[in-house]
């Protein structure tokens, strides 16, 4: 027992430490190492009912949390996976009462059927055909298959977002990407142009994502794309000719407001000045339950030696250098969310959010 | 399912030298050693801990501690490195208690035989957010492509007045184009007009095509070594530092010749807090975030909290400030701290548990845990260390250090560049730290104070011998620091001002005054650490046990001849005590046989002098010990030693001739304490030993002397007549 719980310790420990050192970033790595580090905790853990083991996984959550507070994905996974546990157990008792179904109460979920969904609930279909024969092994294995979909979830984002690209990309299109180190809308854009011919304005985002703002503009070249790398400062004066902002979040909240790579919210504003549709481009593990109250502490502050080079002694020290990292951007600038589940409107949001979660894991304290 | 290391599996151990074996940081490194001092409210040696597990190849962990080895060792039994999630499969903390300098520290790792391959040697006060991966490729690529490889240099460019840039050991490096070969290393003269050029040796440069001469560069101690750099170590006994010794000789020597890489990093942060500008500078770099993603936010301690707010600003969570108070930017202020009403804080770290009362101002200043700083007063540019007590109205001007614990009194000001410590740890021992400074700086010039005491006349020495304890020095100095007290910190202070060999001063630079110099803090820390000394010596030379018992009676008479030529040909001191070092080395053993051939050579001497009656008994002790007890500076650290040292010259002295053998014991320890190598304390120690009273034959003479000193320690230093009476008999 006590060696168990010593190789959990562990296990966890390093996980947070590794968030910490930040040897596993970006939304997309670190909602799939935790999937795993999920999984192994799942297994590995001992646990006599699902409320110890939900108890544990919130414990996790809160150091998780702690280590990393704007790494989202992590607490969204583990989110998830307590929805599962939740969903399991309400399942279970609603059954053993008497054998009503449960009432589909989503509205939503009535018209469109979310694929995952549909997946959850013939888990816990195979769930209830099993119950009856063995309780706990059952759940953990339950839990684990859930990871594992999960794990499929992540792994195909790209995949079902760019199956959206038809419909969103018309022809001899100006496209313009403040992000150009959003992997999802790297992928979306040669998607397209399988399909479609357009052109791609991509801007640098100096200073944080100038390496990357040249690296996806060779692989969009490289597909035939036309592209153009622009200045950020130049961002008002090509919007008139733009039909349509394509921007990766990095995290979006149950406002409909997103977390991004900084200097999009000034490309949003030029949007809107300009009526052109901005479309935010993210996989359903980036949604967050939470609010974005306190925006301050949403925005990260990076390296001010990447605004002035640190060799510079006459500047440094003598004047104040600040380098956001992320910006936030209101959901009044998006038009649309494009995600692995089909596209929606900011105000949507909150109803995704409250079908994928549960209101008691929002806050894991 | 892991993150994949590099292509192949690479693991590399890692040297971190906890100590400076430097003085720089006194009188607070007298309290507490360097890597354990807090830089943005995080013990140093945490920085280059995380620098070493964010490369995510370094394995083991080997921390070499002198000075305050216990407090390091108690630290790092309590962190996270040693819990089982540690990235490192294992973190040892080697006490060297008897290293002098990083050559020392080198070869006792050496002669543990504990590192098995390449290795990366960095300094315990490294703070840096580059990845090292990329400099061991390098080092693989340079290891593979070059015969006579041995180390690489990880060198961070700025420019050469960069604020965390050492202005106290700038140096330059030679490369060659293109490669990052280095080819030579020169520490840089200093600037006043002395000396301002480089020589370099045109044969080093046969066969280079082109050289850079760089003089921007961060020295930053990151150094990936193969094992060889440790054999060169071992080989060349006499080297002290890494850079001005070995670089210099391994570049150099005819010998050696081999190949030392650099590897420049231009983007990362790289820097080594090895003076107080140095400290004010990188706190300054982690709080405006040059280094991130080391910045205070990422609490790098599991229990902190700290939190990022616009301008710099971070704050911990449970603090308390008033509603007109100010907090400008580049602020962090650790947990449970008040700040009252009216004050204003800038460019600043304050610690967790401080008091800052109203209308106080406190502009880039360093206040550690615990301090205590009340209503109107006035920091600028200083330090407090923790649990210090600035009391009301008192103006602190910049560069000053206020010590561990010091209370600075009601209205005073405090002038600039003015350290205060506690408690007066002995003056004696800092003079006498600097007389080992003086020897062990083979070839630099020593300084005026230092000699003051090898210079001691015969006829001063003749009628004062004994009168020397409460000496005009020594009573003087003690007669001063009563006034200053007074002075410095105010009538309900406490505290004394420290006096500094000038060379450091303050947070500024003092590129004039610029000497290079390899004071160890050990010398000057008093600790009880004998028993764990004993136990290291016994467990490296265990293994030759059999072997060292034969070298043993080799080395005493090869060291007794070595003395002997050295007192015949009257050598200078530095060149004896090279050959006895030497020759400790070569035959690995202890510092108690040193110090037994070396008695035995110098009384034997004093013997022949006697027995031929060429000189009278006083004459001839004072004749030899004068000068040549010099070299017990280099023999004897510890309190332990000292007790060991006056046993050795007890048992030769009961081996003499009767007649004057308690004589020779007496004038000997009398020199021997005049010359501050031996203490009260421990002479009080060693005389009520049982291995001491068992030889009583000789003690009858010192017996009287102890007795006076005993007296005239519980009376004051006013009788300076009764001494000149006794020391007549």
Request: aromatic share 8%; net charge negative.
């Amino acid at each position: 027992m006590s060696s168990s719980e010593h190789k959990l310790d562990i296990l966890v420990d390093s996980f947070v430490n590794k968030l910490k050192r930040r040897q596993i970033t970006g939304s997309y790595q670190v909602a799939h190492e935790t999937c795993q580090f999920l999984m192994r905790v799942t297994s590995s853990s001992r646990w006599q009912s699902p409320e110890e083991f939900i108890a544990l996984i919130r414990s996790i959550g809160q150091r998780i949390v702690k280590a990393q507070p704007r790494e989202f994905a992590a607490g969204n996974v583990l989110r998830r996976v307590l929805a599962l546990v939740r969903d399991e157990i309400s399942d279970r008792s609603a059954s053993a009462s008497a054998d009503n179904a449960p009432v589909n109460t989503a509205m939503f979920r009535l018209l469109v059927p979310p694929p995952d969904k549909q997946e959850q609930e013939n888990n816990a279909q195979q769930g209830q055909n099993t119950r009856k024969i063995e309780r706990k092994d059952d759940l953990r294995s339950i839990v684990i298959q859930g990871i594992r979909d999960l794990i499929d979830e992540i792994a195909s984002v790209h995949e079902n977002i760019a199956q959206m690209t038809v419909e969103m990309i018309h022809d001899n299109e100006v496209l313009l990407t403040p992000t150009p180190g959003s992997e999802t809308v790297l992928n979306f854009l040669l998607k397209a142009s399988l399909k479609r011919k357009f052109t791609v304005l991509i801007t640098e985002n100096y200073p944080n994502d100038i390496k990357l703002c040249h690296k996806a503009a060779k692989k969009l070249a490289e597909a035939n794309i036309e592209t153009v790398i622009i200045p950020d400062s130049t961002i008002y004066a090509v919007m008139s000719r733009v039909g349509k902002v394509l921007i990766g979040a990095r995290a979006v909240f149950a406002n409909g407001g997103c977390v991004t790579a900084s200097g999009v919210a000034t490309a949003c504003e030029c949007a809107k000045e300009y009526r052109t549709p901005v479309f935010a481009v993210a996989g359903l593990y980036k949604f967050s339950p939470n609010y974005p109250f306190d925006r301050d502490t949403l925005i990260e502050v990076g390296n001010s030696g990447k605004v002035l080079p640190y060799k510079d002694s006459d500047l440094v020290g003598k004047c104040e250098v600040t380098n956001p990292v992320l910006d936030y951007v209101p959901p009044e600038f998006i038009d649309i969310y494009i995600t692995n589940i089909g596209g929606f409107s900011p105000n949507f949001i909150y109803r995704i959010v409250l079908d994928n979660y549960r209101t008691d894991d929002v806050d894991f304290s | 399912m892991k993150k994949v290391n590099t292509n192949t599996k690479l693991e590399y151990q890692a040297v971190v030298l906890t100590d400076s074996y430097q003085t720089r940081f006194m009188p607070l490194t007298h309290v507490e050693p360097r890597c354990l001092m807090p830089l943005a409210n995080v013990p140093l040696i945490e920085y280059t801990l995380e620098f070493l597990a964010q490369t995510d190849v370094v394995s083991e962990v080997f921390l070499m501690c002198s000075s305050h080895a216990d407090q390091i060792q108690k630290y790092i039994d309590q962190s996270k490195w040693v819990l089982p999630s540690s990235p490192f499969s294992k973190i040892h903390t080697l006490l060297t208690v008897e290293s002098r300098s990083v050559g020392d520290a080198m070869r006792d790792i050496d002669a543990r035989g504990m590192i098995t391959g390449d290795f990366i040697l960095v300094s315990g006060d490294v703070i840096t957010n580059m990845d090292l991966n990329k400099a061991l490729s390098a080092h693989r690529q340079h290891k593979q492509d070059d015969r006579d490889y041995v180390s690489t240099m990880v060198l961070k460019q700025a420019s050469p007045l960069h604020r965390s840039r050492s202005y106290v050991e700038p140096a330059c490096f030679i490369l060659e184009e293109g490669t990052n070969r280095c080819i030579y290393y020169q520490d840089i003269p200093p600037v006043n007009g002395r000396k301002t050029s480089v020589d370099i040796d045109p044969e080093l440069l046969g066969d280079v095509g082109e050289i850079v001469l760089k003089n921007d560069l961060i020295d930053c101690r990151v150094d990936i070594c193969t094992p060889q750099v440790l054999s060169t170590f071992q080989e060349n006994f006499d080297y002290q530092f890494l850079r001005a010794d070995w670089v210099k000789g391994v570049l150099s020597s005819d010998l050696l010749r081999k190949h030392v890489y650099t590897y420049i990093t231009k983007d990362d942060y790289a820097a080594r807090v090895e003076s107080w500008q140095t400290y004010d500078g990188i706190s300054q770099d982690v709080l405006e975030r040059w280094c991130y993603p080391i910045v205070p936010e990422r609490n790098l301690l599991e229990d902190q909290t700290y939190t990022y707010e616009s301008q710099h600003v971070y704050k911990e969570s449970d603090i308390r400030l008033s509603q007109s108070c100010k907090i400008d930017s580049c602020v962090e202020i650790g947990s449970r701290t008040f700040v009252g009403d009216g004050s204003r804080i800038g460019s600043s770290v304050i610690g967790r548990d401080c008091y800052i009362g109203k209308n106080v101002i406190i502009d880039n200043s360093y206040i550690w845990k615990g301090a205590r700083v009340e209503d109107g007063a006035v920091i600028r540019h200083s330090i407090v260390a923790s649990d210090a007590v600035i009391k009301e109205n008192v103006i602190i001007n910049p560069g000053s250090v206020i010590g561990f614990g010091v209370v600075i009194g009601k209205d005073v000001v405090i002038p600039n560049y003015t350290k205060i410590t506690k408690n007066l740890f002995k003056e004696k021992k800092r003079i006498k730290e600097e007389h080992s400074d003086a020897t062990s700086d083979f070839g630099n010039e020593t300084e005026g104070s230092s000699s003051q005491f090898t210079t001691t006349t015969d006829e001063e020495s003749t009628s004062a011998a004994t009168s020397e304890i409460p000496s005009e020095s020594d009573s003087g100095e003690e007669n001063t620091n009563n006034t200053t007290r007074e002075n410095i910190v105010g009538s309900d202070g406490v505290g004394f001002l420290y006096e500094d060999d000038e060379r450091y001063n303050g947070m500024v630079s003092q590129m004039a005054s610029l000497e290079l110099s390899d004071v160890s803090i050990p010398s000057s820390t008093i600790t009880r650490r004998s028993t764990k000394r004993k136990k290291r010596t016994m467990s490296s030379t265990a293994s030759q046990a059999a072997a060292s018992e034969e070298e043993s009676e080799d080395f005493e008479q090869e060291a007794i001849a070595t003395v002997n030529r050295a007192m015949e040909n009257n050598y200078d001191i530095d060149t004896s005590l090279l050959e006895v070092n030497t020759l400790r080395m070569s035959m690995n053993v202890t510092y108690h046989e040193v110090r037994d051939a070396t008695c035995k050579a110098m009384l034997s001497r004093v013997d022949h002098f006697i027995e031929t009656q060429t000189l009278g008994v006083k004459e001839a002790v004072e004749k030899i010990f004068q000068k040549w007890s010099e070299l017990f500076t280099r023999q004897v650290f510890e309190d332990a030693d000292q007790v060991d040292l006056m046993m050795i010259i007890q048992q030769i002295c009961s081996g003499l001739d009767p007649k004057y053998g308690s004589m020779i014991l007496l004038y000997a320890l009398l020199i021997l304490y005049e010359q501050e190598i031996i203490e009260e304390d421990n002479i009080n120690i060693w005389w009520n030993s049982e291995d001491s009273k068992a030889l009583n034959r000789v003690r009858d003479k010192t017996a009287k002397w102890i007795e006076w000193l005993a007296q005239a320690e519980s009376e004051s230093e006013g009788e300076n007549e009764n001494e000149s009476d006794e020391s007549e008999e």
